[in-house]
């Protein structure tokens, strides 16, 4: 790269990180009648770094600390005496699962989120860095993932997935920062009075991206994380994460704005929670079946 062109890169950099601390100096708090602070969403730039040549987004620098954290966390756990993985076949199994997140996400999003959009745009499927992944055609695209990699070293399924599960919420609670940065999937209308109110276009809302992060990220993650801190029987934990993610999505459905704006039956069940049931079932017939069998996994 010649000096001009680093230059210009620098300057357009630094423009844009002035304009990021410029938009977090507007996010004002403002006070209602009855004394109550009310947070005015800043409309952060999605665009996190420019270089002129690539465009860093803080979207996808959420999935990064997403997948670094679950790589992480389990070549730590591959230390330990007894495991069933190695961490060498951690870092092959991250890249499965990076694979299968990215395809089932985007794929997922866009057939059972955006069916119109992609019929009439097939290319916009590419078009990750707009946003737009679904978590149950993530899910998806890891299970097959999960099958391919356990066929492949030889491990039964569940061996894999339970050494997995704990570490899928970091992943998820960073997606939704990186949805609140980006303005979208903004819950409903709320009393400006509320203390959990964020000033939206000047509308009051729920930050139902960040009520996400915190239950299907950093609650989810504690719980899996201190279930299986010692061995468990096989399937249990990946029951009870299917269950605490259906049980969380679920709930937050009720103050997150319909998909489309539409609901799908009694003006109030969503695509969403239609999606989380199967989840719930499913978890428990995994965490009873695997209590009743009672076979531990190596942890």
């Known amino acids: 790269m ?14 844009r990180l002035n304009l990021q601390l410029t938009r977090l100096k507007s996010l004002s708090l403002l006070s209602s009648g009855n004394g109550v602070v009310l947070f005015t969403f800043p409309e952060f730039d999605p665009i996190a770094l420019d ?3 690539v465009q860093v987004r803080w979207y996808g620098l959420m999935y ?10 389990m070549r730590a756990r591959a230390n ?29 999003y866009m057939l059972l989120y955006d069916l119109g959009n992609f019929i009439g745009d097939p290319i916009s499927i590419f078009f990750i860095w707009e946003g737009g992944m679904s978590f149950h055609g993530g899910l998806i695209g890891v299970l097959v993932a999960f099958w391919l990699f356990a066929r492949r070293i030889g491990l039964p399924f569940f061996d ?4 997995v599960a704990p570490w899928v919420p970091p992943g998820l609670g960073f997606g939704r920062i990186g949805n609140f940065i980006n303005g979208e999937l903004w819950g409903k209308t709320t009393s400006p009075d509320a203390p959990w109110s964020v000033m939206v276009d000047g509308v009051a809302r729920h930050a139902s991206q960040l009520y996400e992060a915190a239950l299907e990220g950093l609650v989810l993650f504690l719980i ?16 009870l994460f299917l269950l ?17 704006g539409r609901y799908v039956a009694f003006d109030w069940v969503t695509r969403g929670q239609i999606y989380s049931v ?3 079932i499913a978890g428990l017939a995994l965490f009873f079946l695997a209590h009743r069998q009672g076979k531990e996994a190596r942890p």
């Open 244 to 260: 605490f993610y259906g049980a969380f999505r679920f709930l937050i459905e009720f103050v997150r704005v319909p998909d489309n």
């Open 80 to 108: 330990r005496a007894g495991s069933s993985l190695t961490q060498e076949q951690v870092d092959d199994l991250v890249f499965y699962i990076m694979l299968g997140v990215i395809l089932g996400g985007r794929i997922g």
């Open 51 to 53: 270089l002129g040549f």
């Open 160 to 163: 894999v997935a339970d050494r």
């Open 64 to 73: 990064v600390a997403g997948f670094l954290v679950g790589w992480f966390g």
């Open 2 to 15: 010649t000096i001009a062109a680093q230059r210009l890169a620098g300057g357009r950099t630094s423009r």
């Open 224 to 239: 899996l994380w201190a279930y299986s801190l010692k061995p468990r029987p096989r399937m249990a934990v990946s029951g």
């Open 278 to 280: 199967p989840m719930v």
